[in-house]
């Protein structure tokens, strides 16, 4: 008996225990084997279960998404506009722009609507009630257990207090300001040595605004959402991906899920498509492919299966091999090989994108490792409830300087300007689901096992979840692959 190269570099990744298995199974009943043999012993035929039984579909699939005409709109996307030297004077600009276009979310509540510049509360009475839009410059706890956050806008500074003991739903709202964002704050005037002090009484966030209705689709089509896929790792979960390739082709799912499938219209994946190449120390040995060409030619071959009539958008990840400086371009082709010749439309990230009509504000979640280190009690298992806070902040990764290295682009692409119908990330690899003011917040989830990383900070993942959008109906439902 003999192995194809290809699988014996599955079985490698594989560990002693599998390969055994895999060989006893083939020995005297294959002369060659190849990667597919091997993959058939390893994950046999995929099914989904259904009220506790297997089954497999017998009846014929009926793709009502190949009557329907996709409907893709990119809106807005760094790729091909990047201009950015990285300059000081481009960071300043970075920054002013992100102030003027949050100032401007922040004025078009009524009472924020006539906010003063900082400079102005030089000479301002004491005890004058005043409201001012600034960005966070520091926030840190006094000896007394009060806040200070100091806020800056283009005109001065100003010191806000919040005092400990005053209101409990004001030292909370303060508990979450984070440095580099935009917040107004009202509160009276207190006449102060060198910079001028604020007492304040309430804070507030850009936040969305109440809406009507979100936007739906026409027709009865749906968007599959998946991310993390992490090719190249020994811990993608290959048999879990087949199983989900498999539902999207027809071939498994109860009756409700086959209905989905066959109504699945677009596929899109928010980053990570592979593990990458040193992107976290010793990761060489916990690859079975150390080729990024290789990582993506497996990941175009494994989308291969995903049926013609389904668009596939593609942004890219902290894994992915693009600029790792956010907002990232799309996955070029020079790696991103035949990613570029299936049914698919190439993204940055992040990537405003209407999916018949429907608004997706796709971004990977980088900015999560940020706010989960510097927020109180915002453990990782709290996905959708960080989601909902970058909403209300309208900025995707409101602080600078951590985890997040940013690209000074003339304009701030990662402020929430406009009100999606759904926002899209991945990045934590822990599945999960919000609704807030009429916008979802999805995250996505993974295909990739417990990775050692994730197992000296306790992270459990939730692999194998995938999230469909019914684009009509408003509506997501989860389907557990796993
Ligand atoms: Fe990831
Ligand atoms: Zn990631």
Redesign the pocket.
Known sequence: MCLTPEALRLLEGRGEEEAEKVLLALRGKEFIVTQELVRRVLEPAPEVQEEGRMELSHTSFKPLAAEVEARVEVLRDVTGKSYSRGEVKDFLNLFLDRYERLRGLLRERSDYADALPLRELRGMEEGELVRVVGMVAERRETAGGHLLIRLEDPTGQAAVWVFRGKSEELMEKAAEVVPDEVIGVEGTVRSGDKLPRIVARDIVWPDLPVRAAANRAEEPVCAVLIS?LHVGSKMFLRGTFEKFLSWLEGKVGKASQRDMASRTKYLVVA??LVDGIGIYPQQEEELYLDDIFQQYEEVARLLERVPDYIKIILAP???DAVRPSEPQPAIPREVGGRLYDLNSVMVGNPAWVSLHGVKFLIY???SFDDLASTLPGEGRNEVSSMMIRLLKKRHLAPMYGGKVAVVPEERDFLVIDEVPDVLHC??IHISGLGKYKKVWAVNSGTFQGMTSYMRERGIVPTPGRVTVMDLQKNHPWVIDFA
């Open positions: 993390d980053g990570d990840g902290n894994h990977h979640g980088r991945g990045h």
